[in-house]
T-cell receptor, first 109, second 113 residues
C-alpha cells in the first residue's frame, strides 16, 4: 500500500460542476501539498496545508489531521482546470515529499 | 532568478553515456529536491539537500546516480552509464525551508536511446 493514496484516478466533469479530489496518507506528516500539472506543462504548487482549510479563487483545500485525509475542491469548474492534480505529503521525519499517483481531471465544455 | 531554472530542458543521449543535469534554485532557498517522473507514472523522490548536505539520498535508484550541491545554490544530478529506463523528466524543486512552499523547475526531459 502506498503511503499516499489519491482518488479518483480519473475524473471527467461538465463545466460548472463542483469537483472533489481526495487524498489519504498513512504516516505522520508535517504538511500536505496540492500540486497541479497541465498537459506538457510544469508543476505548480497550489496549496500547502498543515491544518484546517485554505481557499484561493475557486480552489479550496482542507485537511483533517486526525483522519489523515485531505480534499481539494474546485467550484464552478472550467475546461482550463483540466490537469493532473497531485497531493504530496511532507514526511514528519526526514523532510521527504511522498507523492500520490495523481488525479487526471478533464472538464468538458 | 525569479524561479527555479533547470538545464538542459531536453537531453537525448546514447545508452552507456554519462549525463549531467543542472538545477539553479531560487536564491536563498536552502532546501532543494530532485524528483523523477517516468512516462505515465507518478513523481518519484530521488534526493533532498538541506544547504550543501544531503540528509536523504534514499530515492537514488542505483549507484549510477549521484548529486551534489555547492554554495547552497546550484545542484547537479549526474547519471553514469545511462540506461533506457533512466528516460524520464527530472524535476528540481526548492524551498526556503523543508516545511515551506515549494517552487518547481520546468524539468529536464532525458531520453536514452
Amino acid at each position: 500500500k502506498n503511503e499516499v493514496e489519491q482518488s479518483p484516478q480519473n475524473l471527467t466533469a461538465q463545466e460548472g460542476e463542483f469537483i472533489t479530489i481526495n487524498c489519504s496518507y498513512s504516516v505522520g506528516i508535517s504538511a500536505l501539498h496540492w500540486l497541479q500539472q497541465h498537459p506538457g506543462g510544469g508543476i505548480v504548487s497550489l496549496f500547502m496545508l498543515s491544518s484546517g482549510k485554505k481557499k484561493h479563487g475557486r480552489l479550496i483545500a482542507t485537511i483533517n489531521i486526525q483522519e489523515k485525509h485531505s480534499s481539494l475542491h474546485i467550484t464552478a469548474s472550467h475546461p482550463r482546470d483540466s490537469a493532473v492534480y497531485i497531493c504530496a505529503a511532507l514526511m514528519e521525519y526526514g523532510n521527504k515529499l511522498v507523492f500520490g499517483a495523481g488525479t487526471i481531471l478533464r472538464v468538458k465544455s | 532568478g525569479a524561479g527555479v531554472s533547470q538545464s538542459p530542458s531536453n537531453k537525448v543521449t546514447e545508452k552507456g553515456k554519462d549525463v549531467e543535469l543542472r538545477c539553479d534554485p531560487i536564491s536563498g532557498h536552502t532546501a532543494l529536491y530532485w524528483y523523477r517522473q517516468r512516462l505515465g507514472q507518478g513523481l518519484e523522490f530521488l534526493i533532498y539537500f538541506q544547504g550543501n548536505s544531503a540528509p536523504d539520498k534514499s530515492g537514488l535508484p542505483s549507484d549510477r546516480f549521484s548529486a551534489e550541491r555547492t554554495g547552497e545554490s546550484v545542484s547537479t544530478l549526474t547519471i553514469q552509464r545511462t540506461q533506457q529506463e533512466d528516460s524520464a523528466v527530472y524535476l528540481c524543486a526548492s524551498s526556503f525551508s523543508p516545511v515551506g512552499g515549494y517552487t518547481f523547475g520546468s524539468g529536464t526531459r532525458l531520453t536514452v536511446v
